[in-house]
Each structure stands twice: as structure tokens, then as C-alpha cells.
């Protein structure tokens, strides 16, 4: 490869794109790493990170009033949007320096500019030309904003992070998972929150009674949820903004928020002229390995648009490493991939939704419990948990585990270990659980519903 300046280049210094770098660079590789924008990508500066931050922001409110059932008294409470910032950014100003340190230190170099291809070799960064054996799209995502009268008004989710000012009254649009969190964490920091989404029943994709018992425990806490209910229309009214709705309606607040999903970052890069491919939302077509119709072309993470979850982009990348300069072809798995979403109630889900094990396994058993944590017998508070078992009736596999519910996240993370080594119902009725906890309802579920 040495007729090239590089023997891989990567586009994009998000997880996915800097995990690939590094593991290329460990393996002998000779790596450049273009970024021109903070180092992290969506999750570090505008994603999984921040947001996670301010959901434990919102968390406090619950536990302020939770705290009186258990024998605190509390004083005078208060809260500061730009203290909440402040700390946010020097923390992401952190996680950026962690990420540059980890590509110089393996051996990559840090290209801190725009890139774009010129053709299967040739990249184009500041003026001159850059070649590469082998070049990789790691561009993620960015929002995609609705063509509707008055949007300019309106913020999308990357927008949030840098709000002067907390909104007295905000409307979030959408029903995707990006919408739900935003909705429970400036609810529960005290702004006026309606939601709209134009389908049925928000989080589609996710199983039905998740969605159900979600939406129902999120009206529980005052949230005004409104689905089958869309935005035609958006202006400029005293102090604040109008939205016109579908029936006729009309909302005002201070900010509009649009969570109505992502598109591929990876327009005006040239990679058309290249002859790469890409499906009509701009997406990177890919084989099982991530490589384009380009055969030096490689594209992973939010990109192609497969599970655009950070995790997965950084399993990709590695595999896209080890693949080039490892001395052996690794295809990404992409099955039994376990999610979270950070809504209040949290949701923890790993495996099939129960219409889609019936597809594909047609005899199920299914293991639903709900009920009222420990915790709040002391509270008052009515908040619900929901635990749910897929099995697959043939083989006694567990095929999914979903929960709403505290720490949801955290409890299904382990109990996605215990599916990717095919566990069976009869396995988790035989692990004894640990007693007062919520995660025990899983290994204790006996009657199918």
C-alpha cells in the first residue's frame, strides 16, 4: 500500500469512526482521522452524553419530593439552566481531549478539516489532494426537519444543549426515542411540555405494551401527550410562538422542539461523484462487512443507517479494522442488540417485540408482570414498573426482555448477556433472584399471560 499517503482514512471522529481508527493504527496501519467539527461525534457533543446529563438534572425533582416519605426535610429548592450548561460543557470539553489523546496515542494522525472524495482513493482536505488505500465514512447523523410553514421558529434536538434560557412552555414533536426523552426531561424540570405525534402510538418499532404502559405512566405524571395530532403551521406571537395544529388547534410557547428522526450525514461530500451508492434518505449502501459499492469505500455507524446506536457504530468499526488489518474477515453482529431509552419511566429492551416473535417463531409464550416498587410504599408516588419474557415455546429460549421501569437500562444490560448465550425460560426460573429488587420479577415470572 505504499503508493498511498495512507492506508486508511477515516471521515468522521465519532466513536464508531475513532474506534476504527485506533484498532487500524494498533494493527500497523497508517491512519488519518478527519474531524471538523469537536471530537465525539453526535453521542459525546450532541447525543447520548449531554443528554444523559440532563436527564439526571430532571431526576431530581422526583427525588426532592420522594425524599419526605423516607424522613428528609428539605428547604428551599431552585434551579439554574446555566449552571446545568456550564457543567455540561466542561465535561464534554473532557470527553473531547479523552478522544484526541486516544488517536494520537495510538499512532493515528488527527486531521482537524472538511473532507471531501474526490474518487475510490482520492480525498480533497483544504485544497490539495490526500490518498488512501482504504477510506472510511463515519459522518453520523443530523436532524431532519419537517418542510412546514414557520419551521425556521423551530429548534431540532442539537439546538437543546446550547438554549440561553430554560422555556416556561415548550411542544416536542415527534414520537421517536429522541422525542420521549426530551419531553420527560423538560418536564421534569418544570417547563410546560405538550408532545405531539401524528401516528397512533409513539415509539413505533418498540413492542406494544412498552409503548402502551409508557404512555400511560407519562400521562400519569401530568405530561400533556397528544398523538394522532401534527403541526400544519408555525409563527411569531407576542412573547412566544403559535403552532396551528392539524384540528384546527392552536399551542403557544416559548420554543417548538422537532425530534422527527436523523438522516445520514453524508451529503455534500462528495461520495455520489465517487460512485458509492446511497438508498434515497442518503444512507451508505453496505455488504455484511460495512464495504460500499466502492470496494476501497467502507462505511459504518449512523451512516448506513442499520442500528444507529453508538455501541453498534463502534462495533462496526472494529470490525472494519480487524477486517482490513487484522488478518481476518469479522462481519458486524447485529443481532440481540439491547437499547435503552432514557424516558421517564425509563425503557430497557433486548430481543423481538412480541409481534415480531410471532412472526418469526409462531408459538410464544408470553410473561408479563407489573407492579409497584418497594420504593414507593414509602413515596405515595403510583408510578409503575412493567417487566415482560418472550419465549419461543419449541426451544424454551427467551427471545426478549423489555421493562419499563427505574434503572430499566441497567437491569437489561445483563439480561442481554443472558439472551446472547441463548438462555431458556427454565434457566432464568432456575437462577434465584436478588431479594428487594425490582430485576428479580424477571427470574420469577412463572404463568404465562
Not at 474518487?119 to 443530523?142: F, P, Y
Not at 414557520?150 to 421517536?176: C, T
Not at 453524508?266 to 451508492?277: K, M, N, P, Q, Y
Amino acid at each position: 500500500m505504499a503508493e498511498f499517503d495512507y492506508d486508511l482514512f477515516v471521515i468522521g471522529a465519532g466513536s464508531g469512526g475513532v474506534r476504527a481508527g485506533r484498532v487500524s493504527a494498533s494493527l500497523g496501519a497508517r491512519v488519518a482521522v478527519a474531524e471538523e467539527r469537536d471530537l465525539g461525534g453526535t453521542c459525546v457533543n450532541l447525543g447520548c452524553v449531554p443528554k444523559k446529563l440532563f436527564v439526571y438534572a430532571s431526576h431530581f425533582r422526583d427525588d426532592f419530593e420522594d425524599a419526605a416519605g423516607f424522613g428528609w426535610s428539605l428547604g428551599n429548592r431552585s434551579f439554574d439552566w446555566p449552571t446545568l450548561l456550564s457543567n455540561k460543557d466542561r465535561e464534554i470539553a473532557r470527553l473531547n481531549e479523552i478522544y484526541r489523546r486516544l488517536l494520537v496515542d495510538a499512532g493515528a494522525e488527527l486531521i482537524e478539516a472538511r473532507v471531501r472524495v474526490r474518487d475510490a482513493h482520492t480525498l480533497e482536505v483544504g485544497g490539495r489532494a490526500i490518498t488512501a488505500a482504504n477510506i472510511l465514512i463515519a459522518t453520523g447523523s443530523q436532524p431532519s426537519m419537517p418542510d412546514v410553514p414557520g419551521i425556521e421558529f423551530a429548534i431540532a434536538s442539537d439546538h437543546v444543549f446550547h438554549l440561553p434560557n430554560l422555556p416556561r412552555r415548550i411542544i416536542v414533536v415527534g414520537g421517536g426515542y429522541i422525542a420521549v426523552e426530551f419531553a420527560g426531561i423538560f418536564h421534569a424540570l418544570g417547563v410546560e411540555t405538550t408532545q405531539l405525534y401524528r401516528g397512533p402510538l409513539f415509539l413505533r418499532g418498540f413492542d406494544d405494551d412498552v409503548r402502551t404502559f409508557l404512555a400511560s405512566e407519562m400521562r400519569a405524571r401530568d405530561l400533556d401527550l397528544r398523538f394522532e395530532s401534527d403541526v400544519v403551521s408555525i409563527e411569531k406571537a407576542t412573547g412566544g410562538l403559535r403552532a396551528t395544529l392539524d384540528d384546527g388547534s392552536v399551542l403557544e410557547a416559548d420554543a417548538i422542539l422537532y425530534a422527527t428522526g436523523r438522516i445520514p450525514n453524508t451529503r455534500a461530500i462528495g461520495l455520489e461523484d465517487a460512485g458509492v451508492a446511497l438508498d434515497e434518505n442518503g444512507a451508505v449502501s453496505v455488504d455484511a462487512f460495512s464495504r460500499s459499492s466502492v470496494p476501497s469505500i467502507w462505511a459504518i455507524g449512523d451512516a448506513t443507517d442499520r442500528i444507529n446506536l453508538t455501541p453498534v457504530a463502534i462495533h462496526e468499526g472494529n470490525c472494519v479494522a480487524k477486517t482490513l488489518f487484522g488478518g481476518v474477515n469479522v462481519k458486524p453482529d447485529h443481532t440481540g442488540v439491547a437499547s435503552a431509552v432514557f424516558s421517564q419511566p425509563p425503557i430497557g429492551t433486548v430481543g423481538l417485540s412480541e409481534t415480531a416473535a410471532r412472526e418469526s417463531h409462531g408459538k410464544i409464550d408470553v410473561y408479563r408482570s407489573t407492579f409497584r416498587a418497594l420504593k414507593h410504599t414509602l413515596t405515595g408516588r403510583e408510578e409503575r414498573t412493567m417487566m415482560k419474557l418472550i419465549v419461543d415455546r419449541a426451544s424454551d429460549r427467551v427471545v426478549a426482555a423489555h421493562m419499563v421501569g427505574a434503572d430499566a437500562g441497567e437491569i437489561i444490560q445483563g439480561f442481554a448477556v443472558a439472551l446472547k448465550c441463548g438462555a431458556t425460560k427454565a434457566q432464568f426460573d432456575a437462577t434465584i433472584g436478588i431479594h428487594p429488587t425490582s430485576a428479580e420479577e424477571f427470574v420469577t415470572m412463572r404463568d404465562p399471560v
